[in-house]
């Protein structure tokens, strides 16, 4: 039996403020945050179970990070009982209480942001959802399928040169997560619209803006293919996908995290207790190199060869 989901979970007064969830404030936040984590649903559950998160949250404050927290995750957090687990709000509140900020962004935000900075008319943004949307599809995932089953009048102006004069954002981003599913990706798909929308806004950064928040390798592919068409069509290299993996390495480089066991248990919290897939540069190695290991040789590795890079 397929799982149902909510927008606004039952318990959301039980966590709502440690989120800004004002959209005008949400805007604001977006246009001046250095960095911006898009946090799948499985990271955000996997760090939420670590003991040793308090170091996650120290990393993520290290880099003046504010998290964003898209409508259907927060839906895929609370599925059937529509209510998000209390060790969910207990992250989200030690995260607030550490001064960083959780925006709940509905997707549809993203024609805001770029209200508040084009002079565009509606067509002309309109024709920026097409183009993002009609990416993201290539690889007939779950929008793609939306996307074909939608009102005939609807999928003509989002695929289409002629889109209209009424925004479109609302009336797609709605009706993609009235058909939100168990085990579909429409969530992560959702999030790559948003950063190609939210990448064809002009911002000064001397390096990543935004950051991919997921352990998924299956969908490493796609992240790839959307860098190479953000950089050919608003001359920047986004997003950047960060995996439980790669932030434990960069916490220990960077003094944030020393402890082999303390390390071990927050890859554990993601990975269990089994071995690790990870792709990963060696001393000697010209290229990536995809490998398994166990967690306790993956630790091992970060601490003893300065040579041992992990990528993903």
Same mark, same amino acid.
């Given at each position: 039996?397929?799982?149902?989901?909510?927008?606004?979970?039952?318990?959301?007064?039980?966590?709502?403020?440690?989120?800004?969830?004002?959209?005008?404030?949400?805007?604001?936040?977006?246009?001046?945050?250095?960095?911006?984590?898009?946090?799948?649903?499985?990271?955000?559950?996997?760090?939420?179970?670590?003991?040793?998160?308090?170091?996650?949250i120290d990393y993520l404050k290290s880099?003046?990070?504010?998290?964003?927290?898209?409508?259907?995750?927060?839906?895929?957090?609370?599925?059937?009982?529509?209510?998000?687990?209390?060790?969910?709000?207990?992250?989200?509140? +030690?995260?607030?209480?550490?001064?960083?900020? *959780?925006? &709940?962004?509905?997707?549809? $935000?993203?024609? /805001?942001?770029? #209200?508040?900075?084009?002079?565009?008319?509606?067509?002309?943004?309109?024709?920026?959802?097409?183009?993002?949307?009609?990416?993201?599809?290539?690889?007939?995932?779950?929008?793609?399928?939306?996307?074909?089953?939608?009102?005939?009048?609807?999928?003509?102006?989002?695929?289409?040169?002629?889109?209209?004069?009424?925004?479109?954002?609302?009336?797609?981003?709605?009706?993609?997560?009235?058909?939100?599913?168990?085990?579909?990706?429409?969530? +992560?798909?959702?999030?790559?619209?948003?950063? *190609?929308? &939210?990448?064809?806004?002009? $911002?000064?950064? /001397?390096?990543? #803006?935004?950051?991919?928040?997921?352990?998924?390798?299956?969908?490493?592919?796609?992240?790839?293919?959307?860098?190479?068409?953000?950089?050919?069509?608003?001359?920047?290299?986004?997003?950047?996908?960060?995996?439980?993996?790669?932030?434990?390495?960069?916490?220990?480089?960077?003094?944030?995290l020393n402890s082999k066991e303390e390390?071990?248990?927050?890859?554990?919290?993601?990975?269990?207790?089994?071995?690790?897939?990870?792709?990963?540069?060696?001393?000697?190695?010209?290229?990536?190199?995809?490998?398994?290991?166990?967690?306790?040789?993956?630790? /091992?590795?970060?601490?003893?060869?300065?040579?041992?890079?992990?990528?993903?």
């Open positions: 039996m397929n799982k149902k989901y909510t927008e606004i979970p039952f318990n959301f007064n039980d966590f709502k403020n440690y989120l800004v969830v004002n959209k005008v404030e949400v805007i604001k936040c977006i246009f001046n945050s250095e960095k911006c984590f898009f946090y799948d649903t499985c990271s955000i559950q996997h760090h939420s179970n670590s003991k040793n998160r308090k170091y996650i880099k003046n990070a504010t998290i964003i927290l898209t409508r259907t995750v927060l839906m895929e957090l609370s599925p059937n009982s529509f209510e998000v687990n209390e060790v969910q709000i207990e992250y989200f509140k +030690e995260l607030y209480n550490n001064g960083v900020k *959780i925006l &709940l962004f509905d997707e549809e $935000y993203v024609y /805001d942001c770029l #209200k508040e900075v084009f002079s565009k008319s509606n067509e002309e943004l309109n024709l920026l959802l097409g183009y993002a949307v009609k990416e993201v599809s290539k690889h007939k995932g779950k929008v793609y399928q939306i996307l074909e089953g939608m009102d005939t009048s609807l999928k003509v102006k989002i695929k289409g040169n002629n889109p209209g004069k009424l925004e479109l954002f609302s009336r797609f981003f709605n009706e993609a997560r009235s058909n939100k599913q168990e085990h579909d990706s429409l969530a +992560e798909e959702l999030i790559f619209i948003c950063i *190609i929308i &939210l990448t064809s806004i002009p $911002y000064l950064a /001397d390096d990543i #803006k935004y950051i991919f928040f997921s352990n998924d390798l299956a969908t490493r592919s796609k992240v790839i293919q959307l860098v190479d068409y953000i950089l050919k069509n608003h001359n920047k290299r986004e997003p950047y996908q960060l995996t439980t993996a790669t932030m434990v390495y960069k916490m220990h480089r960077e003094s944030i390390m071990i248990e927050i890859m554990s919290s993601t990975y269990g207790i089994g071995n690790a897939n990870i792709y990963y540069v060696g001393e000697y190695d010209i290229t990536q190199v995809n490998g398994k290991f166990t967690l306790e040789e993956i630790v /091992d590795k970060i601490i003893n060869d300065n040579g041992f890079k992990i990528m993903y």
